[in-house]
């Protein structure tokens, strides 16, 4: 094509996304951030980023802070970075079951297994802390993303991955038994939700002149991200299901009896997209070219059906062939999806971000 920058061939339809690492991080040399001619390139064909590893909770929870947060260095590279190029960014993540410190969980914040202290994210842990775990959900949440707004890159992220891989769909509830789970229960998904709507909702006001808006008079949008449940193997039919149920159907906040704030929808139902917390879902879309690629379309229009904003989240297309062919069956699986996604938003879906998962 005479396309030179690649987000231009897609900027009538959706952002163009790429995720990647900083150098820094894990002393990576492979990693992008660090690397002037990876940036440059970065720079010149996406207009999105996402960190691949620098803001999930195990490298920016920290015990000893008040608000439990402490921005990794390298998070904070990569999101000065994306500030000084005019690069958006999909925040990932706030809540995991995975790269997550367990000491989050723990009586004291000591997480032992085995009699020893662990840092693992898949330890069974001796004790848990049922009682204060979910003020640290929230604390937590807050830390984060008062730091973003104080830090002035409130307008830089555009999008947050609240919660990451919650769904299990061979449980009966079609939720993962992830230590979130089992010490709050299944509604800490209306947790998270809530209390990330409710930081961006407190923050924007409150630093809104530092982006050169007025609290009282002007839209506080651009400085309010928007807030995406994200997961994998989001085509299957019983996965789906599961994620639509417990985002859009389960009344997790009933009446809004169990608990009451101003950026719940008065007229809300009790579940997380009907009273206002949720934006859209991720489709992460780790994929293969020999993947159905109408099953992929259909899942798309089943959750565009459901929530207001879809995003692509972390595509990959892995190579079956072993011969001189396996990049052409590669790249025309790219050409017949990107295709078809360019169809499914001129039919109607609201498809707005498409993010390859890995520069190389």
């Not at 906040?253 to 929808?265: D, G, Q, T, W």
């Not at 989240?313 to 295709?339: C, H, M, P, V, W």
């Amino acid at each position: 094509s005479s396309y030179e920058q690649l987000y231009k061939l897609y900027e009538d339809y959706f952002k163009l996304g790429i995720a990647c690492q900083a150098m820094d991080h894990w002393n990576d040399p492979t990693a992008e951030i660090g690397n002037q001619e990876k940036e440059e390139l970065i720079n010149r064909m996406f207009n999105s980023m996402t960190f691949g590893n620098e803001l999930k909770p195990a490298y920016n929870f920290d015990a000893s802070s008040e608000n439990l947060f402490k921005v990794d260095f390298a998070a904070e590279e990569m999101l000065e970075w994306a500030k000084e190029n005019n690069m958006k960014v999909r925040g990932h993540v706030l809540v995991w079951h995975s790269q997550v410190d367990p000491s989050i969980f723990a009586i004291d914040y000591q997480a032992y297994a085995d009699g020893k202290l662990t840092k693992s994210d898949t330890a069974k842990l001796e004790e848990t802390n049922y009682l204060s775990v979910l003020n640290r959900l929230n604390r937590y949440i807050d830390g984060l993303l008062e730091y973003t707004y104080k830090n002035g890159y409130a307008d830089v992220i555009y999008a947050w991955d609240v919660v990451n891989e919650a769904a299990d769909e061979n449980q009966y509830d079609g939720l993962r038994r992830s230590y979130w789970y089992q010490i709050i229960g299944p509604d800490y998904l209306y947790y998270a939700f809530l209390y990330a709507r409710e930081a961006e909702t407190l923050y924007a006001k409150q630093y809104a002149s530092l982006y050169g808006l007025d609290a009282d008079t002007d839209d506080l949008s651009s400085i309010q991200p928007k807030l995406f449940y994200n997961d994998y193997n989001e085509w299957f039919g019983s996965r789906s299901d599961a994620i639509i149920h417990f985002l859009t159907e389960e009344p997790w906040n009933e009446n809004h009896e169990k608990v009451k704030s101003s950026v719940i929808n008065p007229d809300g139902d009790g579940t997380i997209y009907g009273d206002g917390l949720l934006d859209g879902i991720g489709m992460q879309g780790h994929l293969d070219d020999t993947q159905n690629i109408e099953q992929y379309m259909i899942a798309l229009e089943k959750y565009n059906a459901a929530v207001p904003e879809l995003h692509i989240t972390e595509l990959d297309i892995g190579r079956t062939g072993t011969d001189a062919n396996a990049n052409y069956y590669q790249a025309k699986f790219y050409y017949e999806f990107f295709s078809r996604l360019i169809e499914e938003v001129k039919k109607g879906v609201n498809l707005t971000s498409v993010t390859l998962w890995g520069l190389t």
